[in-house]
């Protein structure tokens, strides 16, 4: 790992201090330089040691700035960033995740009132006292208010996408070790949660030690928080990781328990109970001739504890994917026999949302058709920006230039085996208007329309009114939400499936980790309303194009079978959706 991102954050809080203090200019020098060096290939502790010259070499970094990454690496710490942080003494990071408060708030409400934490300023808010600050209203104060929440939760909880990879090396290492018998994750990450509050791996071993001392020597480990007999955690790649090592006789019902949800545990559990059975993270239990069942956690005659599905069908249930254990019905579902056959990462054959350097891509039309390719789809879609309202920065592309990409992209598909779609992906407006004419709508394969600003409030009318246009035959991340950033529209999701199913739209799953949009909940209202769903990755890039993992999880948690799934489908079925002869 490079100390790039490291350094990068150094260099925004720097901005956002000065910022704060109404410094002009400067911050945004310290910010082109944070993004410079974050996206610097090689690290930036080399360039470090090879001297100043060396780090002047990245773009936007002058003197000032690598005199002070030499100071950073010398010493520790950048003196001046600890004398901004002596005179504003705020967790600004925990006050900007507030949606609505920039640094000059923050500035302006320490100031002011004080305002050093989240606690303050929720407190301050409460009170009524933001609302008297100069430049401030009620207006602002009570959505500081109600943003405060989301601001919480999304500084105590990484991204899935950040901390799967992690966890997929982690078990690939605890594996190669002589005392594991199996391992597996567990909580939150294994039903694929979003967002996860921490990793959780188990164990199943004899030797409890031996697990926890290869756990702690994970050269990926950078900080021991605990060391047990039976568990540790530790710290790494900025996640906190829980290790657990049971006897391979309990490594089913530890499993079990440990995956959750906690919700979903209860209801297993009632269930046990209902049948005379008790059971918990050692096994399942026949307690009907025990005097006192809670005398003990080992009581009565044990029935099931080995693997999963033994704990299952001792109460009478077949095995529930963890994607589906969250209490929204899994466990009438199963008891009557109808649970679905959920959708396989291996049942995807191709890609209907995806991005070139015609666009704000960052790699070439060829490059990208190659990768997916590579990747053995049988179809692709070439959906680039449209330019317009909506679109920063002038990106994407007018209807004229849509038109011309078309030609490019025959041309380019001769070089494949797989099924070339064009497309586009059209911005919807704050009225359900779309930014490209009917004539080019009308000329391309897919059209995809997706909400990309005025992310507030209610959005099912604009939602619904962009999918009655005939031409629109994907809903792309429908709510615009950025996991940990902002909310994103809210929806009334009958609504939304009802008219997707009316229009024949797709409605998608963007597979984007920091999107994950649609989510599970509303994946189910959409499928058990007959709406058709789509997984797609949003590729920018080769790498991106490996995302769909995380939308079929997030399809499964919205219990989607594959023939919800349009590019699931064969080609000439999806050729019939989209209106193609
Ligand atoms: P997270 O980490 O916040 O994303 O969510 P989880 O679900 O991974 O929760 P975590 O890590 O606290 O615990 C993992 C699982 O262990 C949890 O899903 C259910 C089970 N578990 C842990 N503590 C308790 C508890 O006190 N009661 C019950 N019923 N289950 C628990
Ligand atoms: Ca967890
Ligand atoms: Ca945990
Ligand atoms: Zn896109």
Not at 184 to 197: K, Q
Not at 446 to 463: E, N
């Amino acid at each position: 790992m490079t100390r790039n991102a490291e350094v990068a954050a150094l260099f925004e809080e720097f901005a956002d201090r000065l910022e704060a203090m109404d410094v002009e200019y400067k911050p945004q020098a310290y910010r082109r330089a944070a993004e410079n060096i974050r996206a610097n290939a090689t690290d930036i502790e080399v360039l470090a040691e090879e001297g100043q010259d060396a780090v002047e070499e990245i773009q936007g970094v002058g003197d000032a700035i690598s005199t002070k990454v030499l100071e950073y690496f010398e010493t520790g710490e950048i003196a001046e960033l600890e004398d901004l942080r002596e005179e504003l003494p705020v967790d600004m990071r925990a006050l900007l995740a507030v949606e609505g408060v920039g640094p000059k708030t923050v500035g302006d409400l320490y100031e002011a009132l004080g305002v050093r934490d989240l606690d303050d300023l929720e407190a301050a808010a409460e009170a009524g006292e933001i609302q008297d600050v100069k430049g401030y209203g009620a207006k602002t104060e009570q959505n500081i208010l109600n943003a405060i929440p989301f601001a919480r939760e999304s500084r105590e909880r990484a991204l899935l996408g950040d901390a799967r990879p992690v966890a997929d090396r982690l078990l690939a290492y605890l594996r190669e070790g002589e005392a594991v018998e199996r391992v597996d994750t567990a909580g939150s990450l294994r039903r694929w949660r979003p967002t996860v509050g921490d990793v959780d791996v188990l164990v199943a071993s004899e030797t409890g030690e031996a697990v926890v001392e290869r756990f702690v020597g994970w050269e990926e480990a950078d900080d021991v928080i605990e060391a047990g007999e039976q568990k540790a955690s530790v710290r790494s790649n900025g996640l906190r990781v829980d290790c657990r090592v049971v006897v391979p006789a309990e490594y089913g019902s530890a499993l079990q328990y440990f995956t959750g949800s906690r919700d979903h545990n209860v209801s297993v559990r009632n269930r046990a109970i209902e049948m005379g059975l008790k059971m918990n993270e050692y096994g399942v239990f026949d307690v009907r001739d025990v005097d006192d069942p809670d005398a003990g956690q080992r009581v009565g005659q044990r029935v099931a504890g080995e693997t999963e599905a033994e704990m299952y069908e001792a109460i009478d249930l077949p095995w529930i994917p963890p994607e589906m254990r969250e209490d929204r019905g899994e466990v009438e579902a199963a008891a009557a026999g109808d649970l679905p056959d959920l959708v396989h990462e291996g049942d995807v054959r191709g890609d209907l949302h995806t991005h070139t350097d015609y666009s704000d891509g960052r790699e070439t039309l060829a490059g990208m058709l190659e990768a997916a390719e590579a990747l053995g789809h049988a179809y692709y879609a070439v959906t680039d920006h449209a330019t317009g309202p909506g679109m920063v920065g002038g990106v994407g592309l007018d209807d004229e230039e849509l038109l011309a990409q078309v030609e490019d992209v025959r041309e380019a598909a001769e070089a494949v085996e797989m099924e070339v779609f064009t497309g586009v992906e059209a911005n919807v407006g704050v009225d359900g208007d779309l930014n490209v004419g009917d004539e080019a709508l009308e000329a391309l394969d897919v059209v995809v329309a997706s909400p990309h600003a005025a992310l507030d409030g209610d959005g099912t009318d604009r939602l619904v009114t962009a999918m009655e246009h005939p031409a629109v035959n994907v809903l792309g991340h429908p709510t615009g939400r950025m996991l940990n950033q902002r909310p994103g529209l809210e929806v009334d999701y009958d609504r939304l499936a009802e008219a997707a199913a009316a229009n024949g739209v797709a409605l998608e799953i963007n597979s984007n980790p920091a999107r994950l949009d649609l989510r599970g909940a509303a994946v189910k209202t959409a499928v058990e309303a007959g709406a058709t769903i789509v997984v797609n990755t949003d590729g920018h890039s080769p790498p991106d194009l490996e995302y769909l993992r995380y939308g079929v999880h997030t399809a499964r948690r919205g219990w989607a079978e594959a023939a919800d799934v349009l590019n699931t489908w064969p080609v000439e079925e999806v050729r019939a959706f989209l209106g193609l002869e």
